[in-house]
């Protein structure tokens, strides 16, 4: 007597995800990127940003922000940021560099707190988190998100940091179901949370799908339950040159290779504009699948590196 | 600097090692080889109830050093992972101790991350930010670990300020209603740290492979170096075969 | 009752069960074993996409009913566990549906469950408050269900608001800028509904053990009965089952 | 060379619990206990504050309270509640409601957003949390917690809980280390987080302390790290007769017994106000070991069978 369950699925294939985000996403749009600076970066998720053509799109993130935003503002699709930092860590992000200095995007002056208590304003439902920090600092004298207020109980003046509501979040993790049940298995988890819970739309690349039953077995370690996913594509190394621990580890040489190129075209050498061109239609627009972009940046050999380097850890 | 027993990076590493005490708690920011460094050391020395947290996760167990050090491959395995809503709880009530380095550092111990001339949205050079700034202000004590000491890193006042230190003095620090502040800044060249009663950056020791007059040329702003400076004793036996041993066995901090 | 197929629990497991749409997000609160047979029996007919989440957990998967709801034993297997803090979230921004009971439910569906006569701290009788009063107000709408069809609990007006229904009518109710409110309270005796344009609770289909005397009879407001009152549908053979064989196989509905 | 390691451990023993107590909490203090209705409250810590003398204390908890509160109400120790519901679910808690009727306690009118909100503040390190809700509810009138306040953004009418900052906090877990690091394995793990958070000093009793290497194997399920725990303490069955998922039920048949013994002193039967201090007598004053509890309440059989009810769920 009992119908079969028809609970529909989120889970959409890699050619559906360009839609997606078009329809979700329009261009201006607060767009939120999950991650934290070289890991967990949903690369797959934000080199379809890139061919979707969506432009002058506000970038929002974790506090600690690299490569996707260099490579997104590399390719045009940034008008402002909202990231308290932007840095590969060894070295400077070079196009983010470049981009503020000769005024092509504006770089709001935020930190942690006020991006963190954005989210978890918008996560709990409400219009504002109180921060009482940034004492000394020039950057509170110059972020747009937020505003004094005085403590209703003590009287203590503090400040408050506007919720974060991103139109749209990019979010990878290792494992998730069909129904968009999303599980890390990295240690840490960054604010990838937050972002699913205060975001309008939230699609996810994992690198691998896995048994409803697996997800069942252990719910303390479902990381984004369902009810927050719109959609869940799968992706094996999703994340690449981020990384995505414990599966594989970041690509530094990719990312230096990348910020090589980047820095060259921010000095203006000679060829340098064609040559970070050429990385992009060869890693970005002509890489229509991620299959190809594997391919294109060391195939399985290179994959198999990576994921020894992440089990030797 | 070859008929030195250590690095630079080796030296500056010990040093704040030295200076943590047990039972305190503390952590680095990104990009931090050598404060984990030091934290790890201290564990292994003087310090084994040294509690590093306070980025999102508990006592880091890391087997090698990395130039990173908020990811899962600098971490190696730890006792707790938190998330960044409660480091934004730890940003409020602050550490015992954390670490800076900045773009430009300036007499009074300022910390530039954002933009060097200019104005903020239009820098002659825009720096990558800070993800936290707040444990600057909240923490009882900072420490400034930089590997470039130079007249373009050690400034006078700092174009910008990231993370505040003493301000402009005693008067603007106390007028902000700060507390803690830097009170030790390590150098490939020499150790510096704060006068209490103006609280301006003083040279506390030069390094033994160089000398005052090579860290005067590289500041840009008086030390209020007296007449005779100490030289900086070098890492024990002991010091330094636990940091190659057990801290740093791939030489990150000897490249 | 013996004539009868089922249970007058099980009858207002099935009518609630009955109301809920697929695709839908909503959660029970605690003491919900109706509730809670009434989401697991819709999901397994007509509504295989009903999330059940904003408790705690999401989606759970018992093996048997349990008059608890808000417990591992209760929950039995489920696809993600949260914590208060994000029940905050959902409290804030709601759910489709949520259930409630009362000590006393009055003419409004407004719920009382803090004190019965006197004063909040001078009371007559204290009730066991509630944990969550927000869902009332933020869900899209809310079911009453309750165990107890007498004057004592259906209430001209309420002692005390715990959860708001209607307030005192469509004036007080829109100046509170409230939005949802009940839709359909089950009682073991009948269905009721509120008035679109009064927002009074009304007499909706009377089960076939039950009779409109014995409701009136047992309601301490008018429920605007008129000349003919529906009688409640039975569960269906297939419903029976499932409820039964899949949700309640202890036969807790039953007791 | 090295040392061997003299980091100290946090792991107190059984009988160092009550001076612990008394040196963390005076009288009159607000007390938070662990926890969510009829699971994971630290019973065992509960009966040590009983014998401990401390009295007029201000209890609060995550919003569900029942047993603990009641038994903590009829050995005389609390003043004022600030608990959004009191219940055993399948029937009230008879103490609870006859001191609130007679007048012997303050039951504070809150509810669960002003709770975990206050928590939540306190954890953040900030004096409030705003709340957007409670709009027609009786509750809000009564709260002694909350003020008004207006969004700096825009401009809406809200309301700011202040902080709970409690001055001691006791929580039940599963497993924990001897340096405090405590993992739950139940799937709910109800406010404990943001109350280690927000507390002053925490103690935590586990049904049993593991070894750090399996805490270490899996950091992200260290529910309460270590720098938030004062003190741990192992108590098998600590929880008890409330439920310690998933390793023992709920103990209903005790609770009931309890609740029936209080039932019939609320209502001044004849004797029931003996009955209920011998109950107090027998099952805290006089067993003064957690092994002796345990005997006092049916030994290693009853326990066995809230084992098996724990793992056939």
Known sequence: MTAPSQRPQKLVAPDAVGGLIRAWLDDGDLLAIGGLFKQGRPMVLVREVIRSGRNRLKLVSSPGSGFDADLMIAAGCVAETFLPAVTLEDRMCPTFRSAVENGAITAHCVDALSIVGGYLAAANGVTFQPVAAWVGSDVPKHNPLIARIDCPFTGQPLYATQAIRPKLALLHAQEGDVY????????????????????????????????????????????????????????AYGAHPTGSFPLY????????????????????????????????????????????????????????????????? | MSRYPCSPAEMQAVLLARDLKDGELGAAGASAAIPMAAMMLARLTHAPDLQIAGEMFVNPRPRQLWNSMLDDRALGACEAAETFL???????????????????????????????????????????????????????????????????TFVPRADFITSPGYLDGPESYHAAGLAGGPCLCVTPLAAMDFDPATLRMRLKSVHPWSSVDEVVANTGFDLGIGERVEETRLPSENELSLLRTRVDPKGLLRR
């Open chain 1, 249 to 313: 580890s970041i690509d530094e040489d990719h990312i230096e290779m990348y910020a090589t190129l980047a820095e060259a075209a921010r000095k203006g050498e000679a060829g340098a504009d064609t040559a970070l061109r050429a990385y992009l239609d060869r890693h970005v627009h002509h890489a229509l699948t991620q299959q190809a972009y594997v391919e294109s940046v060391g195939g399985a050999q290179r994959m198999k590196a990576l994921e020894e380097e992440a089990a030797s850890l």
């Open chain 2, 86 to 152: 409660e480091l934004f709880g730890h940003s409020h009530r602050g550490l015992d101790f954390f670490f800076h380095n900045g773009m430009q550092i300036d007499a009074f111990g300022n910390i530039n991350l954002h933009h060097i001339g200019g104005t903020l949205h239009k820098p002659k050079m825009r720096g990558p930010g800070a993800a936290n700034i707040s444990y600057a202000a909240t923490s009882r004590r900072f420490y400034i670990c930089t590997g470039n000491h130079s007249q373009r």
């Open chain 1, 180 to 235: 968009g049940n999303v599980r890390h298995l990295s240690t840490m988890t960054y604010a990838d949370q937050m972002m699913a819970r205060a975001a309008e739309k939230v699609i996810v690349s994992v690198d691998r799908i896995v048994d409803t039953e697996t997800i069942v077995a252990r719910p303390r370690e479902t990381t984004i339950p369902c009810i927050y996913v719109d959609a869940i594509v799968e992706a």
